[in-house]
């Protein structure tokens, strides 16, 4: 049953018949045909399998709109994205398409709405409202710290391998997101693991404790918590499951189980819509399941599918190749991309003598294409694994081709970025362990040992920042870095709490400022510049909890990387695959397309997810797709020859032309 709509104060009139006509032409002129049924279409469960280049985002903020000019309250809306970036262009979108913007309206990411009604509910779910968020390091060493805590006898290859590398972490972290238990989770994914099980259930239960005492919460938490709540709590879920009378969720395909039991138990009363395209599922390794998308139609009896193939991106011949290498998938919705744009050029493979000559070929056309007026970063180079850049760079490098990598160190991941968001975590959140520990171990004289005695003492109080403030626990062993630490945490505690820029900078200037001098006097200016950078974005922030959750779910702002590219206004682009869906370019070289390289070796074990993989590097090119492989391969220790990827031997020869090479032989 379709749910009730409320009429909304603040929307535009559409109280007559000639209003909604008038707005039922604009669709039918701003849409196509596909993407008009998508956003009028009535069904209680909509599934949009939407093609890479077809306009998903635009359909899907056409139906947000559509749905507030129907009569539908902002607040009884919730759209669903899985970027921060994602969320903020559809809001935009939004008030352009309808003229305002509708307040009220819950736009986010899975784990920003989590946080945000965690936050609402936090005495239900044992934590205050001010409670923290633990990235992935932080996480991975409060776990430390609770096998520490133990005492556990371990020898040193097993606590290598289950502590120092992080496979208890994963362990906990992928059995939570696939809604397994610890025995389950093993016993299915990492059997010769089951007898450490006793030990994994016991570093879990001290890190949930720990996590509980520091106020905290970790990435995961953010989902698991969430959706415990509901299925715990009658009368939240009651409120939630009335308050979204209409869900939209985007890039379904690539939701784990966690946000599928989410997304299926908020909209049980409610008007579901989803929009993903099956074909582009890459993240198992994130605890993705395809199967989510693949499965809908069989969980919701009735659900309407509307295909939205009609690609505004590439020329027709991309999409032939395309076309012809998912379509071997057996697991699929099946559809076809069919191109809007007037035909082009043919795609190019290169069959290369060795991994050098393929990476001085493809410098080589990159200079080609900037010679013939294409700038830099309309271009990319893609590939399967990290290390198969390598050679590229060095030969991009003798070319003065700047250029930048994505897939590397987080912005947010540097260390003077993690002090500085020490010092502010410990204002909003006094009992937060890790960030008194990390700021108290930047002093001299305070190492593991000192701060442990300390903490004993200040973990009993019910404020720990207030203690310090009043001097009740003062270490014997670095008294004066201790003194430091407190002067600092006085200054900022007497200042404007909203003011996140003026905090920062008086973390500065500060015994900060000396301690990040003494440690990084070679790039001291930089990172001076990168803690700059950070006090600009608190300026976008009304409020220290505002800024501190903001950066705790901000996937955009990234480390970039090589010799200062980023300060060139123009650069070639280098990443995995991974990193670049969702982004796109005029041409694009898929390298490294070898037998044992791509399908990668553990991508064996899912070979219809590597071929989706390729499939979505392909459908990043507008103009240009060149794929290049080599007959030997001198990246390891030893020359290996795997010749061309089955992804590309099994494509029909009409897709792709070859490159033809003066001195080789490009026949196999």
């Not at 970036?85 to 009220?104: D, T, W």
């Not at 009735?302 to 076309?323: D, F, H, T, W």
């Not at 980023?566 to 005029?586: C, M, P, V």
């Not at 590097?617 to 240009?624: C, G, L, P, S, V």
Request: with cysteine; net charge negative; glycine share 6%.
């Amino acid at each position: 049953m379709k749910p009730a709509h409320r009429k909304n104060s603040t929307q535009l009139s559409t109280g007559t018949t000639r209003d909604s006509r008038s707005w039922l032409d604009r669709l039918q002129v701003e849409l196509n045909a596909e993407q008009y049924r998508f956003v009028t279409g009535e069904s209680p469960v909509i599934l949009g399998v939407a093609g890479p280049g077809s306009g998903k985002t635009r359909a899907l903020t056409y139906r947000v709109a559509h749905l507030i000019q129907e009569g539908v309250a902002p607040e009884n809306i919730l759209l669903v994205t899985f970027t921060n970036k994602a969320a903020e262009e559809m809001r935009s979108r939004v008030n352009q398409i309808l003229g305002f913007f509708p307040q009220g309206l819950w736009a986010g990411t899975f784990h920003s709405t989590g946080a945000r009604i965690l936050r609402q509910h936090a005495a239900l779910v044992q934590r205050t409202p001010s409670f923290s968020i633990l990235d992935q390091g932080d996480a991975e060493a409060l776990l430390k710290s609770a096998f520490s805590s133990l005492n556990i006898a371990l020898d040193p290859q097993e606590k290598n391998l289950l502590v120092k590398r992080g496979l208890l972490h994963k362990i906990i972290s992928s059995a939570k997101n696939s809604c397994l238990d610890l025995e389950t989770y093993l016993e299915a994914q990492m059997p010769h693991l089951v007898d450490y099980l006793p030990l994994v259930q016991k570093v879990a239960e001290t890190y949930e404790e720990k996590k509980r005492t520091a106020n905290v919460f970790d990435f995961d938490d953010l989902l698991v918590t969430w959706l415990a709540l509901l299925e715990e709590n009658a009368p939240v879920r009651a409120h939630y499951q009335e308050k979204f009378q209409h869900i939209l969720v985007d890039e379904f395909q690539d939701t784990n189980a966690v946000q599928d039991r989410l997304v299926l138990l908020l909209g049980d009363k409610s008007a579901i819509c989803l929009v993903g395209d099956d074909a582009q599922s890459i993240y198992s390794f994130r605890c993705a399941e395809v199967g989510n998308i693949l499965n809908l139609p069989q969980k919701k009896p009735g659900c309407s599918i509307i295909k939205l193939v009609q690609n505004y991106r590439s020329i027709p011949e991309i999409l032939e190749l395309a076309n012809c290498s998912i379509r071997l998938n057996k697991q699929q919705i099946v559809k076809e991309l069919h191109a809007r744009r007037n035909p082009g050029e043919k795609p190019w493979f290169f069959l290369a003598r060795d991994n050098i000559q393929e990476a001085n070929l493809v410098a080589d056309k990159i200079i080609e294409h900037y010679n013939n007026g294409q700038d830099l970063q309309e271009m990319a180079v893609l590939y399967r694994s990290s290390f198969l850049s390598q050679d590229l760079e060095l030969a991009l490098m003798k070319r003065n081709v700047p250029y930048l990598t994505f897939g590397g160190l987080k912005f947010l991941q540097r260390a003077h970025i993690k002090d500085i968001m020490a010092w502010l975590k410990i204002l909003e959140n006094p009992r937060d362990e890790l960030s008194w520990q990390r700021v108290a171990l930047l002093h001299e004289g305070v190492g593991e040992a000192t701060f442990s005695k300390a903490w004993e003492k200040l973990r009993t109080f019910p404020n720990p920042l207030q203690a310090v403030l009043e001097e009740q626990v003062s270490p014997r062993r670095g008294r004066e870095g201790w003194s430091a630490l407190t002067r600092t945490l006085k200054e900022l505690a007497q200042a404007d709490q909203g003011d996140v820029p003026g905090l920062i900078r008086m973390i500065m200037n500060s015994a900060y400022q000396q301690i990040l001098q003494t440690r990084y006097p070679d790039d001291y200016t930089e990172r001076s510049l990168g803690i700059e950078r950070l006090a600009a974005y608190g300026q976008r922030c009304s409020s220290l909890g505002e800024f501190l959750e903001s950066l705790a779910l901000e996937e955009t702002l990234i480390l970039e990387s090589v010799k200062e590219a980023s300060r060139e206004r123009d650069f070639l682009t280098l990443s995995t695959i991974h990193s670049a869906k969702g982004k796109e370019w005029r041409t694009v070289f898929l390298i490294g397309n070898n037998e044992g390289q791509f399908p990668s070796p553990l991508g064996q074990k899912n070979l219809e997810e590597e071929r989706r993989l390729f499939y979505v590097a392909i459908t990043r090119a507008k103009d240009y797709l060149y794929l290049t492989a080599s007959e030997e391969n001198f990246r390891g220790w030893e020359r290996y020859v795997g010749g061309p990827s089955q992804f590309v031997r099994e494509l029909p020869l009409h897709c792709y032309q070859l490159m033809e090479s003066d001195d080789h032989d490009l026949t196999w």
